[in-house]
T-cell receptor, first 113, second 115 residues
Framework: LAKTTQPISMDSYEGQEVNITCSHNNIATNDYITWYQQFPSQGPRFIIQGYKTKVTNEVASLFIPADRKSSTLSLPRVSLSDTAVYYCLVGDTYGGATNKLIFGTGTLLAVQP | GAVVSQHPSRVICKSGTSVKIECRSLDFQATTMFWYRQFPKKSLMLMATSNEGSKATYEQGVEKDKFLINHASLTLSTLTVTSAHPEDSSFYIC???????????FGSGTRLTVV
């Protein structure tokens, strides 16, 4: 299973764009990159998933370079409610796959007024 | 989207007793579910993979006789913490995959406190 490395913490202010980068040098061909958000005393919540290039949904964008050894989660115009831990995970989790997910340390994003 | 219901949300028990935590996939079937444990300010640690109709697969270092997992139907997996001790106090979270969606869906977690 590919290991991921993220910054332990990041600080931002309301209204700013936040980019959290994750490195996964040993990502396998079948692995997808998925980001989750977790608030205290809650289960993680799916944010976005991608394989290569760029993926965008209503809450975030995910940028993946051609070598796929890293990825960047972009949160536009963060608010105080975006203060949470963000986890980057890689694994074969697409289509019919139900493989286990191993969590790394995550990034604690603190948004200030 | 997919919903995974976990019950109870919090439980307090005495040392030496057993506690059962339920994890249900509400609108989809899950042949595989996962159980995690999370200590304060730490990441989620995978404990075991729960397989419907067969034995669970435990991660290294997790005592299978202490953490009993039963996955008797396609929508229900249970984790029983047997002979609980204070060091078992933690946040337990389950997850499952709805194949119609990307990613995994997590339950809301169970806060176990052993006194």
């Amino acid at each position: 299973l590919a290991k991921t490395t993220q910054p332990i913490s990041m600080d931002s202010y309301e209204g700013q764009e936040v980019n959290i980068t994750c490195s996964h040098n040993n990502i396998a061909t079948n692995d997808y990159i998925t980001w989750y958000q977790q608030f205290p005393s809650q289960g993680p919540r799916f944010i976005i998933q991608g394989y290569k290039t760029k993926v965008t949904n209503e809450v975030a964008s995910l940028f993946i370079p051609a070598d796929r050894k890293s990825s960047t989660l972009s949160l536009p115009r963060v608010s105080l409610s975006d203060t949470a831990v963000y986890y980057c995970l890689v694994g074969d989790t697409y289509g019919g796959a139900t493989n286990k997910l191993i969590f790394g340390t995550g990034t604690l994003l603190a948004v200030q007024p | 989207g997919a919903v995974v219901s976990q019950h109870p949300s919090r439980v307090i028990c005495k040392s030496g007793t057993s506690v059962k935590i339920e994890c249900r996939s509400l609108d989809f079937q899950a042949t595989t579910m996962f159980w995690y444990r999370q200590f304060p300010k730490k990441s989620l640690m995978l404990m075991a993979t729960s397989n419907e109709g067969s034995k669970a697969t435990y991660e290294q270092g997790v005592e299978k006789d202490k953490f009993l997992i039963n996955h008797a139907s396609l929508t229900l997996s249970t984790l029983t913490v047997t002979s609980a001790h204070p060091e078992d106090s933690s946040f337990y979270i389950c997850s499952a995959r709805d194949l119609r969606e990307n990613g995994y869906t997590f339950g809301s977690g169970t806060r176990l406190t052993v006194v």
